[in-house]
DNA sequence: TCCATTTGACCGCA
DNA sequence: TGCGGTCAAATGGA
């Protein structure tokens, strides 16, 4: 039972290490080819994932061709409920089978530890529209619950509900519901209402908003802060072969411009969405062994502290060679790496990258 | 006027 | 039947 379930996360981890490797590789070609730094950096990076990838499937009883054959389950399941099923509002008539969808949806949640001066949970990339708030029994501080803003709009059916910890009030517990199947305009998120405190916090709301607002750094670079202040993370995906099937590779990095920092300690995208389903860096850190046990930092072993170095290094060089490559638009950051939803990585276009 | 938040009410599940 | 999750009217700010 246990077994399988590391199998998976094997499986999972060896085909991240995979789509990283292709990444970077369709990265090296965006890359102007007179740069010989950049070129330098990525044959670095795809030399440290060779390694990783040869780490990954040592550990594991798959071997890596074995695993990359695999692929992931159900990549091109892109399937929007809501594009499936009709207007946004469809939701008021499905209303008695809400509850079923949500058994079977994923989901996954997350402890952030908000730094002293900051009183609310992290932006994380996405806006959310807050629709409703519950006193939870046991429960010192309300529960918080937020949906997409684009749901009306693109039936974007992703929820998600902050809860304050009673031990610590400066850990959110953040428990995410679905997948966003909204084009999220992450090219200019606005400061979301999860940056906003909870009730009996004082009404932070307005002033948080307006000091975001001020504040001269861009949002990526508070993503990156208020995720640097994280100490605690875990992601935990309660049905973890939902997670695999809902794996959709809709890239939302950051902002435009944004620089991504390499990865520190238990830091993360800040899109917990992207880290609990696209196939990128964060889900190192994902779903573990099937036990609904969270991941803390100290808590994985080490092949994840080596992916982790390894993945440090690559986002880093990743990041370097484009700011400094000559011919590479710094702007282009991992931008460039945004792709259509429709994108997948198992299709023939990309398996003609991997050869 | 539009949009986001608040909050009481409603609904379904365990 | 109680609790968690969602709805929707009311409210307030920009």
Redesign the pocket.
């Known amino acids: 039972m246990e077994s399988s379930s590391v199998d998976w996360d094997q499986i999972s981890l060896i085909n991240e290490i995979y789509q990283v490797r292709e990444l970077v590789r369709a990265l090296r070609n965006h890359l102007n080819p007179t740069s010989l730094t950049g070129d330098v950096l990525i044959e670095k990076t795809l030399s440290s994932l060779e390694r990783a990838i040869a780490m990954a499937s040592a550990s594991s009883r798959f071997g890596a061709g074995e695993v990359a054959q695999q692929g992931l389950p159900s990549m091109g399941m892109l399937e929007s409920p809501h594009s499936l099923s009709g207007s946004p509002h469809s939701?008021?008539n499905e209303?008695?089978d809400?509850?079923?969808k949500?058994?079977g949806m994923l989901k996954w949640s997350e402890q952030v530890n908000v730094g002293p001066g900051l009183d609310g949970p992290v932006d994380d990339g996405h806006?959310?529209?807050?629709?409703?708030?519950?006193?939870?029994?046991?429960?010192k501080y309300p529960?918080?619950?937020y949906?997409c803003?684009y749901r009306s709009v693109q039936g974007c059916s992703a929820?998600k509900?902050v809860q304050r910890s009673d031990e610590n009030p400066l850990i959110f517990d953040i428990?995410y519901?679905g997948r966003h199947t909204c084009m999220q305009s992450s090219h200019n998120p606005v400061p979301?209402?999860s940056q906003?405190a909870q009730?009996g916090e004082e009404?932070h709301?307005?002033k948080d908003q307006?000091e975001q607002h001020l504040k001269p750094r861009s949002q990526s670079q508070e993503i990156l802060l208020n995720f640097s202040s994280s100490s605690l993370e875990s992601i935990k995906a309660e049905n973890f072969s939902n997670v695999l099937q809902d794996h959709t590779y809709s890239f939302t990095f950051p902002p435009s411009g944004t620089e991504i920092h390499g990865l520190n300690g238990s830091s993360t995208l800040a899109d917990p969405y992207v880290v609990a389903t696209n196939n990128f860096s964060p889900t190192f850190m994902s779903p573990t062994s099937g036990s609904s046990s969270q991941i803390h930092n100290n808590g994985v072993g080490e092949n994840f502290e080596i992916h982790e170095s390894d993945l440090d290094e690559i986002v880093r060089v990743a990041t370097t060679s484009a700011s400094n490559s000559v011919g590479v638009d710094r702007n282009f950051a991992f931008d460039a790496l945004e792709m259509d939803p429709s994108f997948l990585f198992g299709n023939d276009w990309f398996s003609k990258l991997r050869k």
Do not use: E
């Open positions: 939701d008021d209303r008695g809400v509850s079923k949500r058994k806006s959310w529209r807050k629709y409703g708030q519950k006193d939870i029994l046991g429960a529960r918080g619950y949906r803003t929820t509900q428990t519901r979301t209402t906003t009730n009404d709301t307005h307006l």
